[in-house]
């Protein structure tokens, strides 16, 4: 168990519509990523929050969009969904001034 | 921008036999290679990295190893076990501001009992 929690484990939806994903990082880590990961695609980075901030920026679309919150915890908004937004979505997080990054359990999601 | 390549995408090894997995980076600025371990169904576990100062690390079974001027660096697993068997991701980085790991294709790992 890394310590980073995300819900929900599975989501299944609509294409059009839109959803919000959830992480939750470990105790203490301000940092927090996101991913997506698909067949074709791999592990690919999407958008870094540190300490409420956006840090960092990947390929990551207009139709989605992040926040951190003052409790640090994190959530993904991803809009107006097509069939190939169907992945795996990861959270990580790490602590300040360190490279190791934990992943959470990540988010199923199928768009129909 | 940094570009990892992966090799190879498949790998079927008997228990106890050594396992390597090759990974090449384009941007020579690149100065951490992590590696993670993904079992099915759950995100992707660190299970050692190492800095582009170090040839090589070693934790038990696992041993990476980095050839800045190649720009390869591979992971090494010896006395391979059936808990071995998942996916592995290289990824390089660049240290300094954000940290964004640029991974590779990963590497299916199969180890026969």
């Known amino acids: 168990d890394s310590g980073v929690t995300q819900t929900p484990k599975h989501l299944i939806t609509a294409t059009g519509q839109r959803v919000t994903l959830r992480c939750s990082p470990r105790?203490?880590?301000?940092?927090v990523y996101w991913y997506q990961q698909s067949l074709d695609q791999g592990l690919q980075f999407l958008i870094q929050?540190?300490?409420?901030?956006?840090?960092a920026k990947g390929n990551i679309l207009e139709r989605f969009s992040a926040q951190q919150f003052p409790d640090l915890h994190s959530e993904l908004n991803l809009s107006s969904l097509e069939l190939g937004d169907s992945a795996l979505y990861f959270c990580?997080?790490?602590?300040?001034?360190?490279?190791?990054?934990?992943f959470g359990p990540g988010t199923r999601l199928t768009v129909l | 921008g940094e570009n990892v390549e992966q090799h190879p995408s498949t790998l079927s090894v008997q228990e106890g036999d050594s396992a390597v997995i090759k990974c090449t980076y384009s941007?020579?600025?690149?100065?951490?290679f992590p590696w993670y371990k993904q079992e099915l169904g759950k995100g992707p576990q660190l299970i050692i990295d190492?800095?582009?100062?170090?040839g090589e690390k070693k934790d038990q079974r696992i041993a990476v190893t980095l050839n800045k001027t190649a720009k390869h660096f591979s992971l090494h697993i010896t006395e391979t076990q059936p808990e071995d068997s998942a996916v592995y991701f290289c990824?390089?980085?660049?240290?300094?501001?954000?940290?964004?790991?640029?991974f590779g294709r990963g590497t299916s790992l199969i180890v026969h009992p």
């Open positions: 990580a997080s790490s602590a300040a001034g360190t490279y190791e990054q934990f």
């Open positions: 105790s203490g880590d301000l940092s």
């Open positions: 929050y540190y300490n409420g901030e956006e840090r």
């Open positions: 941007d020579s600025a690149s100065n951490y």
């Open positions: 190492i800095r582009s100062n170090v």
């Open positions: 990824a390089a980085s660049i240290r300094g501001g954000s940290y964004i790991p640029t």
